[in-house]
Each structure stands twice: as C-alpha cells, then as structure tokens.
C-alpha cells in the first residue's frame, strides 16, 4: 500500500480511485444487490484536502448508482429488490455496516 501511494515503481502519480470490494449477503440479508460506500471519500472532501468538494462527491455517488443500476438491470438477478445503493454519509451520521 505505501509503495503504491508513494508511486515507487509506477508512473507518476495521478488521480485514482482506489475501490475496496467484498462479499456481502444476498437480499433480503442486505436490501440491495450491490452496495457503494462513499464514506471516507466524502470524510477527505469534507476537510479540504485537495480532492472533489462534498457536493462532487453526491454527483459521483448518484452517477455510479445510475450507471450501475442499468448495468445490474440487464443481469435479471433475484430476489426482486434495490440492486445499487451508494452511502455517503457525512462527517457525524451514523455508518452502516456494508457486509
């Protein structure tokens, strides 16, 4: 992870996104298919650190839930249920726990 960030080895550094991506349980354990969490991307945004602003990271939670959700759509998956939902809560709300 530190040889990442520092860009040894790689070209030089520019804009990522880093996507953590783990199991989770079928609905109706979870009431969506496929969960995003925008947390501490809107946390960075919220103190000021350089990246998008907190209302840039909204737009960029509802773009992935649109995108995706048209994607998923064509899978026919089941149960019936939400299949994307993006939580990005602000500094101070309560988290959920994604898995």
Do not use: N, Y
């Not at 070209?11 to 990522?16: D, E, G």
């Not at 496929?34 to 990246?51: D, H, N, P, Q």
Request: charged share 25%; aromatic share 4%; proline share 10%.
């Amino acid at each position: 992870s530190d040889r990442f960030q520092s860009g040894s080895g790689l070209a030089p550094r520019k804009p990522a996104l880093h996507v953590d991506i783990h199991g989770c349980r079928d609905p109706p354990a979870t009431p969506s298919h496929l969960t995003i969490g925008l947390a501490a991307m809107r946390l960075e945004a919220e103190k000021g650190r350089g990246g998008p602003a907190p209302e840039e990271v909204e737009a960029f939670g509802a773009a992935l839930e649109a995108e995706l959700t048209k994607v998923l759509r064509a899978l026919e998956l089941a149960p019936k249920c939400s299949l994307v939902r993006v939580l990005v809560p602000a500094a101070g709300d309560p988290w959920e726990r994604l898995a």
